[in-house]
């Protein structure tokens, strides 16, 4: 939501900017554009309303820009249109100061009116622009020693909202300022050279050094460094972290899209988040601890706060913690969770499970949590994030960068960081013995042997897809863990195809639902294994029966060998055998390949849906 890089080294700023910016624009979409602060101190500054593209286009017109200070936004809108005047960089009456910002301010209308009160011209309705007024203000109240990191600390006092600010001035061609609130911000440490950025990605093609920031404080970049401030202008110390990907993992290595090379990464993004999660004695082991044994055998009830996909992890998740450890576990969305008052104490358990780790919502949900003393895991991809750093122990899922909007393979390792964190639990607790906890993990390594083979025959789905283009919904349908497969699937489409989908519990369609089939429509059933939970099996065989006998167009995913289903289904989709838990680990496979072809077919971005950002750091 947003992405934002600032520069300052010895390369011209417009150069590294625009990289970093390609690399961040997954973050969004709707404008860019860049300021640069010449040696001779005038600020220069370009913008666009649409894609990247857009901007390079202008820019590529333009005289070469010699200044190596800078920087570069793309933006996802909240405050007014996606058009060249809301585009970032905002400046000030002077010209002078420029700001870019991720987040939203909250009291920006009353900070605006105050501002217009007193003679300042607003050029545009965004949120931010107020910024680089109050800064125009705070400089020219203060006395002329005071720097631009000062002005800009003094103006984060009277912010209400979660924010990341980059602001340049021409006064200080060497320096880049910085400013965050619950809004993403990592410094990557180059040879002569300091970049602060969204995430890493924007600087990985530069160096690996990279130092997370806390909430609250202020980042004065040189070339020299960083120096580091809170809002009362006390220094304090990042988090150096060394980025354990290079740059060839965020770029395409011969796919079309991102979505497709990710889609196909699922095998070893799984084998690395299992990797090394066994220890000497058979227990499980969790990347930062900051919570005892103890902790967490006092654990009485088990919440999992997540959004979107990784949401639909935490509902399998539900299934194998409470049959594993028998504690009673509930999944909400993030961004209701506070709302509804929870019932949370001390011996609750909040597993928050997010991709980016900058989920405002289940940020939020977080905080609330721990402010009620319950004690909060993050499962979380994103090494220096936020919402692992405010938890009190996390598990990485060690994917690698997903650049593509829509989540696939970190689902996946979603998924199994549950699991791991269910037989953890159920570990510490006593309620499986460790040969037990050895024998699931075992089937769980092999799962990216399965993963790779289910993708190895997925060609036909292809064709499937190009066939359903022109579908006006498609219905998907799961019992047990296949319902949240199904929850998943129909996600997938909505926001790949833009097709009206919706995920149902296979038995709840005749409660309703049912009403919404006609001939021809399609509906994708995921089965579960006739070896596992036999009764549920029988079950929604009925229900393939139910939708085919009013017409529908039936596409059953199951698993090899059960012919139970065939005389049902219009198209079969075939999945390896696993363990009834593990099956998410292969059923969702299909439904993600068929989303993305159906939005390929129907001649759709797929790495950059409509109206979506990969990082959602709003509320
Ligand atoms: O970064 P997070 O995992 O916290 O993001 C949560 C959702 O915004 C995300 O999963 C979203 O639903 C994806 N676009 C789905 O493909």
């Known amino acids: 939501m947003c992405g934002i890089i600032g520069y300052v080294g010895g390369k011209p700023a417009v150069e590294v900017a625009l990289e970093g910016l390609r690399r961040l624009e997954y973050r969004g979409y709707d404008s860019a554009g860049i300021a640069v602060v010449d040696p001779d101190g005038s600020l220069r500054t370009r913008r666009r309303a649409g894609k990247l593209a857009n901007l390079e286009k202008v820019l590529a017109e333009t005289d070469g820009w010699a200044g190596t200070t ?53 050029a545009s309705e965004t949120d931010t622009e107020v910024v680089a007024h109050l800064i125009e203000d705070a400089l020219s109240a203060a006395e002329p020693t005071v720097t631009i990191a000062d002005a800009l600390r003094v103006v984060c006092g009277r912010l209400e909202g979660a924010f990341t600010l980059v602001v340049t001035h021409s006064g200080s061609p060497d320096t880049v300022v910085a400013a965050r609130r619950n809004s993403p911000l990592v410094v990557g440490l180059g040879d002569g050279e300091t970049f602060l950025a969204s995430d890493v990605s924007a600087f990985i093609a530069h160096t690996r050094a990279a130092l997370e920031i806390g909430q609250n404080q202020i980042v004065e970049a040189t070339r020299a460094g960083v120096t580091l401030t809170d809002f009362a202008g006390t220094p304090v110390e990042g988090r150096p972290f060394h980025v354990d990907w290079d740059v060839s993992a965020a770029e395409k290595g011969g796919f079309p899209y991102f979505m497709l090379k990710e889609i196909s990464e699922q095998p070893t993004a799984l084998a690395d988040t299992l990797r090394g999660r066994l220890s000497d004695d058979g227990g499980i082991v969790l990347d930062e601890e900051r919570l005892s044994e103890q902790d967490f055998r ?111 393979k970190t689902f996946l390792g979603q998924v199994a960081a549950c699991l791991l964190v ?198």
């Open 422 to 619: 269910g037989l953890f639990l159920a570990q510490v607790r006593g309620v499986l013995y460790g040969d037990e906890v050895g024998a699931n993990v075992a089937m769980l390594q092999q799962m990216p042997g399965l993963v790779e083979q289910t993708l190895a025959t997925i060609e036909p789905v292809r064709a499937l897809a190009r066939e359903l283009a022109d579908a006006k919904a498609v219905l998907f349908l799961g019992r047990h863990v296949g319902y949240p497969v199904a929850l998943e699937g129909a996600l997938k489409l909505k926001e790949l195809a833009y097709m009206h989908a919706e995920g149902f519990p296979a038995g709840e369609l005749k409660h309703g639902p049912i009403a919404l089939i006609e001939p021809g429509l399609p509906v994708v059933v995921i089965v579960p294994s006739p070896r596992g939970r036999s009764v549920l099996h029988g079950k929604i065989v009925s229900n393939i029966q139910e939708v085919r006998a009013r017409g529908a167009r039936t596409i059953v995913i199951a698993e090899e060998g059960d012919t139970d289903v065939e005389p049902y289904a219009s198209h079969i989709i075939r999945v390896p055998r696993t363990p009834t838990l593990l099956a998410p680990l292969v059923t969702t496979l299909p439904l993600q390949v068929l989303a993305c072809e159906i939005a390929l077919a129907r001649g759709l971005d797929v790495d950059q849906p409509r109206n979506l950002a990969k990082s959602v750091t709003v509320e």
């Open 70 to 122: 800078g920087m570069g936004h793309t933006r996802w809108a909240t405050h007014g249109g996606p058009t060249d005047a809301n585009a970032h960089p905002h400046v000030d009456c002077t010209g002078t100061v420029a700001v870019i910002h991720n987040g939203i301010i909250e009291n920006f209308a009353a900070l605006r009116a105050e501002l217009e009160r007193a003679g300042h011209q607003l």
């Open 298 to 408: 006092d654990v009485d009830k088990v919440f999992i706060v997540a959004c979107g996909t990784a949401y639909h992890a935490g509902l399998i998740a539900k299934y194998a913690v409470e049959h594993w450890t028998r504690l009673p576990c509930e999944v909400e969305m993030a961004s209701e969770f506070r709302y509804r008052d929870p019932v949370l104490d001390r011996s609750t358990l909040v597993i928050a499970i997010s991709q980016s780790g900058e989920t405002l919502d289940t940020l939020m949900a977080i905080k609330h949590a721990r402010e009620q003393k319950a004690r909060v895991l993050a499962i979380c991809n994103t090494n220096g994030s936020t919402i692992p750093r405010e938890s009190d122990a996390v598990l990485y899922t060690r994917c690698g960068p997903e650049v593509g909007v829509a989540a696939t």
